[in-house]
């Protein structure tokens, strides 16, 4: 059974740090595009980053660009978002996405396979 996992969510202060990590099992998905999209309450899910399959072309949402930074680790079928300079907007649930396709692209709707979501609170 394909499966992705996020973890490292948690609280952090404005202005601190975090690293999420995804990771895959039940498929090989180290050819896949692969993504990680957001969602605050009363919101829609929303782009954060995407990478290809190779780790060589990485997009950012504008509100992330500088701060944020998508890698991945096809040998251990891995994925991590590491976030610097927290700010209370960037509050939501964290989701890892993964698009068989190859298009790290920026809907939702171009993700095959999701994870459950890792919470990242924000306080002021």
């Known amino acids: 059974q394909e499966q992705l996992v996020e973890s490292g969510g948690g609280l952090v202060q404005a202005g601190g740090s975090l690293r999420l990590s995804c990771a895959a099992s039940g498929r090989t998905f180290s050819r896949y595009a692969k993504g990680w999209f957001r969602q605050a309450p009363g919101k829609e899910r929303e782009f954060v980053a995407a990478?290809?399959?190779?780790?060589?072309?990485?997009y950012y949402a504008d509100s992330v660009k500088g701060r944020f930074t998508i890698s991945r680790d096809n040998a251990n079928n891995m994925m991590y978002l590491q976030m610097n300079s927290l700010k209370p907007e960037d509050a939501a649930v964290y989701y890892c996405?993964?698009?068989?396709?190859?298009?790290?692209?920026?809907?939702?709707?171009?993700?095959?396979?999701w994870g459950q979501g890792t919470q990242v609170t924000v306080s002021s």
């Open positions: 990478i290809n399959w190779s780790g060589t072309s990485t």
């Open positions: 996405a993964a698009d068989r396709w190859g298009r790290a692209g920026s809907s939702p709707e171009t993700y095959d396979y």
